[in-house]
């Protein structure tokens, strides 16, 4: 299984760009990389999944490097409501030994 | 979108009672579904894998006889907490994966808070 590590917490601003990156060394070929937000007593929404280079949606970027060992979450323009707790996810398995396993995640605080 | 649908949001009861909780794909088919279970200001922790059709894989440290899982169809999979005791009070979650496309991510229900008194 591929181990995640992520920052344990940031702060930002209203209106900046948050950058959150995960390493991922042991990261297998036919894994996805996956990224997740979660409110307090809420289950984890989806954001973001990629593969390698740059995937882009309606409300983040995820960059992956070529040798896919880390990924970076963008979030433009942060508000408030974007408090949150972020994580990765890797690893697909073939034949559905998909086994999706949370690190500790990345708590962003958003101020005013 | 894809969306999982967990029930019910919240449970209150006493020591001794034994608790199910439904998870359910509401417009995809899941041959799996993952159980985790989540104690405050930490992550997720996988519990179970739920298989349709046949047993659930536990992780380590899980007991089987405590937390039964029956995944009877490709829409629904049931979490039982068993003889639940304060220690069981937590937040569970599911999540489901559409099988019919390749690729796609893990959807998660709402969670269950669930609190023994």
């Known amino acids: 299984l591929a181990k995640t590590t992520q920052p344990i917490s940031m702060d930002s601003y209203e209106g900046q760009e948050v950058n959150i990156t995960c390493s991922h060394n042991?990261?297998?070929?036919?894994?996805?990389i996956t990224w997740y937000q979660q409110f307090p007593s809420q289950g984890p929404r989806f954001i973001i999944q990629?593969?390698?280079?740059?995937v882009t949606n309606e409300v983040a970027s995820l960059f992956i490097p070529a040798d896919r060992k880390s990924s970076t979450l963008s979030l433009p323009r942060v508000s408030l409501s974007d408090t949150a707790v972020y994580y990765c996810?890797?690893?697909w398995g073939t034949g559905g030994s998909y086994i999706p396993t949370f690190g500790r995640g990345t708590s962003l605080i958003v101020h005013p | 979108g894809a969306v999982v649908s967990q029930h019910p949001s919240r449970v209150i009861c006493k020591s001794g009672t034994s608790v199910k909780i439904e998870c359910r794909s509401l417009?995809?088919?899941?041959?799996?579904m993952f159980w985790y279970r989540q104690f405050p200001k930490q992550s997720l922790m996988l519990m179970a894998t739920?298989?349709?059709?046949?047993?659930?894989?536990?992780e380590q440290g899980v007991e089987k006889d405590k937390f039964l899982i029956n995944h009877a169809s490709l829409t629904l999979s049931t979490l039982t907490v068993t003889s639940a005791h304060p220690e069981d009070s937590s937040f569970y979650i599911c999540?489901?994966?559409?099988?019919?496309?390749?690729?796609?991510?893990?959807?998660f229900g709402d969670g269950t808070r669930l609190s023994i008194l």
């Open positions: 999540s489901a994966r559409d099988r019919g496309q390749s690729n796609q991510p893990q959807h």
């Open positions: 990629g593969y390698k280079t740059k």
């Open positions: 417009d995809f088919q899941a041959t799996t």
């Open positions: 996810l890797v690893g």
């Open positions: 739920s298989n349709e059709g046949s047993k659930a894989t536990y």
């Open positions: 042991n990261i297998a070929t036919n894994d996805y």
